[in-house]
C-alpha cells in the first residue's frame, strides 16, 4: 500500500507532526505518553522517544526495555522510514546507507 507522503517538513516540529499522524504515541510504564526528541541532520530528522532510566528495588540501573525503532522523516520528500533503535549516529548511518542503496 503506498504511503500517504505529506508535504516535507521545514522543521522539527513539522517532522514530529508527520510522525505523530503516522504512528502510535509511545507510552512509558505508567501509560503516559513518552516525550518525543527530534535530532535535525542534514538530510532528515531522526524522531525519537525518550525513556527514564529505571533502576531496581536496590538502585541498580536497569537497561532498556529490548527491541522498538526511531523514525526519520526525510527533508526532501516527507517520506518516513524506520530504522533500528541505535544512538543517534549510527542510526543516521545506516539511514544513509539504506538511501543509497539501489531498491
Known amino acids: ?3 500517504d507522503i505529506p508535504a516535507p517538513p521545514a522543521t ?3 517532522a514530529l507532526a508527520i510522525v505523530r499522524s503516522r ?3 509511545p507510552t512509558l510504564a505508567d501509560g503516559s ?3 518525543m526528541q527530534v535530532e535535525e541532520f542534514d538530510i532528515g530528522y531522526l524522531v ?3 525513556y527514564p532510566d529505571t533502576t531496581d528495588d536496590s538502585g541498580e ?3 532498556a526495555p529490548p527491541g522498538g525503532a526511531t523514525i526519520i522523516v526525510a527533508k526532501d520528500t516527507g517520506e518516513t522510514v524506520t ?3 541505535l544512538p543517534t549516529d549510527s542510526a543516521i548511518a ?3 546507507q539504506q538511501r543509497q542503496s539501489p531498491a
Open 1 to 3: 500500500m503506498p504511503q
Open 12 to 14: 522539527p516540529d513539522e
Open 23 to 25: 504512528y502510535a504515541e
Open 33 to 35: 505518553p513518552a516525550p
Open 48 to 50: 525519537y522517544a525518550e
Open 61 to 63: 540501573p536497569q537497561p
Open 83 to 85: 530504522v533500528p533503535n
Open 94 to 96: 545506516l539511514y544513509r
